[in-house]
């Protein structure tokens, strides 16, 4: 995800999208938290894009192992020194913020002091660019299908006897 070539990133973020449609975004979500732990910052960045637009698709019961466990690790990119992570990660957390309110700073836990502050104004500047109405039922997530994909086709009939017609 953190290739350096737009068409590839666009590329690799519509095959996670097309992912999510197969495999429980929870495991997705799981999957991508590991990104989020790579030296290269673009990776970061990115991973924690893809994690934030999972929430606002899936809500936040793909937040795995748990909601605060998940909101804690993306809080704490916050602080990098990389803008383009720490503004994913504030974006991230301003998507959560969006679905589930003031209780996200219960879930993030202690944050420095500055790191507080960046979070309140970007909640405070995306508060104003987004006009929140009642929040809308969040797509719940698709269970992944139990069903053979050779089951969908059509069989044909059972061959009729003959037998009888030859006579």
Same mark, same amino acid.
């Given at each position: 995800?953190?290739?350096?070539?737009?068409?590839?990133?666009?590329?690799?973020? =519509?095959? @996670? %999208?097309k992912m999510c449609q197969v495999y429980p975004a929870?495991?997705?979500?799981? /999957?991508?938290?590991? !990104?989020?732990?790579?030296?290269?910052?673009?990776?970061?960045?990115?991973?924690?894009?893809?994690?934030?637009?999972?929430?606002?698709?899936?809500?936040?019961?793909?937040?795995?192992?748990?909601?605060?466990?998940?909101?804690?690790?993306?809080?704490?990119?916050?602080?990098?020194?990389?803008?383009?992570?720490?503004? =994913?990660? @504030? %974006?991230?957390?301003?998507?959560?913020?969006?679905?589930?309110?003031?209780?996200? /700073?219960?879930?993030? !836990?202690?944050?420095?002091?500055?790191?507080?502050?960046?979070?309140?104004?970007?909640?405070?500047?995306?508060?104003?660019?987004?006009t929140v109405t009642a929040p809308a039922k969040q797509?719940?997530?698709k269970p992944q299908r139990a069903q053979n994909a050779?089951?969908?086709?059509?069989?044909?009939?059972?061959?009729?006897?003959?037998?009888?017609?030859?006579?």
């Open positions: 995800v953190g290739e350096s070539k737009d068409v590839v990133r666009k590329d690799v973020r =519509a095959i @996670l %999208n929870s495991k997705m979500f799981n /999957f991508i938290m590991e !990104g989020i732990k790579s030296k290269n910052s673009k990776q970061r960045a990115e991973c924690l894009e893809e994690l934030g637009c999972l929430v606002e698709s899936y809500g936040m019961n793909v937040c795995q192992p748990t909601p605060a466990k998940a909101l804690k690790e993306i809080a704490v990119h916050i602080g990098d020194r990389g803008t383009t992570v720490r503004n =994913a990660a @504030l %974006n991230t957390i301003v998507a959560v913020y969006n679905v589930h309110g003031e209780q996200v /700073f219960k879930l993030i !836990g202690n944050l420095s002091e500055k790191d507080l502050s960046m979070l309140k104004e970007r909640i405070k500047r995306a508060g104003k660019k987004q797509p719940e997530e050779n089951t969908s086709l059509q069989r044909k009939a059972p061959p009729e006897d003959m037998s009888s017609k030859l006579k």
